[in-house]
């Protein structure tokens, strides 16, 4: 089985969306992933063996440009038995429509009732953005209580000489201080909340206070 993946356009969240193609490895262990995202997204999904190719998605964010997104999809067509669409929008919803991929997978989003024939409504289910993305590794009415799955990326893949040497900078220059030091790689409170939930706020900010 061949997937193809809408991805998000933000950091934190293409990190949470990795619990999703763990999940669909161990659903369809023979499965090729394919992801549609930024070009700086490259980087990443490099280091995320589930991951066959990145895709890049010229389109900038935010821009409709509906002729592009035809033109895109009919370039995929043939080559993918699943799509599953992350983001909510509903111009992320057109590519996969555009390629006529037989299942076409998200939550419902900005009403794409014609554009996803796998709708999911219940978003209200899984509170966390983590929790809804590794829903749609299922079908409907399968999905289990626990939706998390902790992350494992590789550190052999291109440039991860750069991001070696970013970790051995900030050591030296932070964690061997006499003050706690705490590092996150979120682009915003909202995506922390996201991933960990509310209550996990408690625990930094009391300790840092």
């Known amino acids: ?52 190719h990145a895709i890049e998605m010229p389109l900038g964010h935010g821009k409709f440009a509906l ?23 509903l111009k992320s919803a057109f590519i996969p429509a555009f390629a006529k991929i037989a299942v076409r997978r998200g939550w419902k989003g900005e009403s794409r009732y014609f ?14 953005m983590v929790q809804r993305y590794v829903a749609l590794a299922f079908e409907q009415n399968a999905v289990p209580n626990s939706t998390k799955r902790r992350h494992t990326l590789r550190y052999d893949a291109p440039g991860h000489e750069s991001l070696c040497n970013s970790i051995y900078l900030l050591g030296t220059n932070f964690l061997t201080s006499h003050y706690p030091s705490m590092a996150m790689c979120f682009v915003c409170s909202t995506a922390l909340a996201s991933f960990f939930g509310t209550d996990s706020f408690k625990i930094p900010s009391s300790y840092f206070a």
């Open 115 to 128: 554009l996803l024939n796998d709708l999911r409504n219940n978003k209200r289910d899984y509170p966390m």
């Open 67 to 89: 002729c592009e997104r035809y033109r895109l999809g009919k370039a995929l067509r043939n080559q993918y038995d699943m799509a599953i669409v992350l983001p909510n929008s």
């Open 1 to 52: 089985m061949n997937i193809l993946i809408i991805g998000p356009s933000w950091v934190g969240d293409m990190m949470m969306s990795h619990s999703l193609y763990q999940q669909l490895k161990l659903q369809y262990p023979n499965c090729q992933i394919d992801v549609m995202a930024p070009n700086w997204c490259k980087p990443l999904l490099a280091r995320m063996p589930e991951v066959r």
